[in-house]
């Protein structure tokens, strides 16, 4: 009968790691076993599986703007889009730079990823001019590496269509645009053929105002293709003068090209002489001239006989005055000019009131004022 052999028990570490510089043999030598190889694959999987979840969301967020991206200031393509906001406040932006310099940029700007040009240019702006233009301000002014890049939205829209509503939608949110600004960026966005017609252009672009506003809008685009590129001052014109302004060219075809030539003529320091030249237009186009009676008319007309002799010593006629400035202001309507280097000029016809603000207010700007009045009234 043949002697059974004992087998001894199973090792609970046989398929455990073997130490490194251990053999896992018991004669010193071979390979070690290490994990069994099922479980290597299933780890390998998982980690495959759960990086390509995490990139999934990163790039889903990225899309769809969720991800704040520090970018150089270089990088940033402040012309991307044209720009509806034709001037700013210079308070407002010396309050927004001593804002960064406090607490650091709040809010990101928008971005969409270009093509790679010259200078270093990966993106170009969508929203956020103001905290850019203040940002490059500091960087100059300070050189400090905190204003050096800028927070930004890294943004994908479908079209040049969703960049120019999202700019609109931005600015109409956080600064009070006039109807001209409005019109001037329904004219760009239709010469840079982004909309297929001012229809399409003021509905996509203004979807949210009514329709009463689309179509004032509209009216200033005439005044903005017609004058853009002679007028200084064109956020001071309200929006009584620009109407009316429409209202003659559509009557008058000629009355543009009269405009363009009188304010290229004129020189014009401030806003208020522009409006006041526009106005004056205005007023002459709007007074009818005298008929001139042919020469059978005036030899057949027999004379008034209540009328008076005419005598050579007569005083002549005044000429119509050009409408005030304030009849052509909306009730409650405040408009503010640029009087000068610092000087902003506040005027409320409502209030009977005349407000001066800006660094150029002084002792002696109040003096001279002061003189000037003594004079006026004397």
Known sequence: MAKRKRLTPAQPTYLAPTPEGKSSSPLGAGPSIGSAPIAQVASEAS???????????????????????????????????????LEQNPEEMEA??????????????????????????????????????????????????????????????????????????????????????????????????????QKLALQGLFANATRARRSKIGTFVTLVEALDDVLFYPTAITERLGLSLVREMELDAGFAETLRQELSLTDRP?????????????????????????????????????????????????????????????????????????????FSPDEKKIELMGDGVTDQLMEELQDWLRRRQG
């Open 96 to 197: 927004l730079m001593a804002s960064l310099r406090a607490r650091g940029q709040q809010t990101p700007i928008e971005v969409v990823a270009v093509e790679t040009g010259g200078g270093g240019i990966t993106h170009g702006l969508i929203s956020g001019w103001r905290r850019l233009t203040a940002l490059r301000r500091l960087y100059e002014e300070t050189s400090e590496p905190r204003f050096a890049n800028v927070l930004a939205r890294v943004i994908e829209p479908g079209s040049a269509e969703d960049a120019y509503v999202a700019m609109v939608e931005e600015n109409e949110i956080r600064v009070n645009l006039s109807h001209y600004e409005r019109a001037r960026i329904a004219v760009r966005a239709l010469h840079e053929g982004v909309f297929e017609n």
């Open 47 to 85: 980690t495959h599986a759960a990086l390509q979840e995490l990139s999934g969301v990163l790039e889903n967020a990225r899309a769809k703007g969720l991800m704040i991206a520090e970018l150089p200031l270089g990088a940033i393509d402040a012309s991307h889009l044209v720009r509806d906001r």
């Open 270 to 346: 401030t806003a208020e002489v522009e409006v006041e030249i526009l106005m004056r237009v205005l007023s002459a186009a709007q007074t009818p001239a005298p008929q001139a009676e042919g020469p059978e008319q005036s030899l057949n007309k027999a004379p008034d006989p209540v009328s008076p002799p005419v005598s050579n010593t007569a005083k002549p006629q005044p000429r119509p005055r050009a409408r005030s400035l304030s009849s052509t202001m909306a009730p409650g309507e405040r408009l503010i000019l640029n009087a000068g280097p610092g000087l902003r000029l506040g």
